[in-house]
């Protein structure tokens, strides 16, 4: 091989070499500086990355689930195990996986929920090369919607006393009905208009 070709050729395969490392570290980057748990398991369930934002939702480290590809199974909650083993992901109008939600127990003992996404991965060829999985921590927001209750829909109302019929029928008051329905509370007092009706003699809002 003529020393020059050779020298051109050595240099081609530095530059892919080079363009090989930095797209690398690219795609290293953005998954290990992911807030969410990001991690790809072969074809035989071995896991081939794990995202260290792993261990602030989980409290586990991602060389505990290297060393143990059945880890997030052990830590899912027991009631949502079989939803676990038997999921499948819907797909949005704009085409996006669903998410499923389950709840994990952490190394410390405590309940996460969790959106998680999963599709099989291929390479250019179609050959399967495992599952890439997602799973985000929405243990704030699950909270945040049990405090909050919101009214929603027609609520039928009487025209004359204000009462409110509820679901079951029954004609109920409505600070009754929305403390029911909602986080709010009432204090009782009597408007301008109701004070010049009821107490015509009064004059309590006179400047």
Known sequence: MPHGFRSLLNEELTLSQEALTKNEQKFRLIADFSCDWEYWQ???EAYLYVSPSCTSITGYSPEEFYQN??????IIHPDDLTKWET?????????????VQFRLITKSGDVR????????????????????GSNRDVTKLE????????????LPICASCKKIRDDKGYWRQIEEYIR??????????ICPDCI????PELDLYKD
């Open 42 to 44: 072969g074809i035989d």
């Open 180 to 189: 029911d329905h909602s986080e709010a509370e009432f204090s009782h007092g």
């Open 87 to 99: 999921h499948r992901h819907g797909v949005t109008k704009k085409g996006e996986l669903e998410p």
């Open 113 to 132: 929920w969790i959106d998680h996404v999963c599709r099989h991965v291929h390479d250019e060829n179609g050959m399967d090369l495992g599952i890439r």
């Open 143 to 154: 909270f945040l919607k049990k405090e909050i209750k919101i009214l929603q829909g027609f």
């Open 196 to 199: 010049k009706k009821l107490y």
């Open 69 to 74: 590809n059945k880890l997030l199974k052990k």
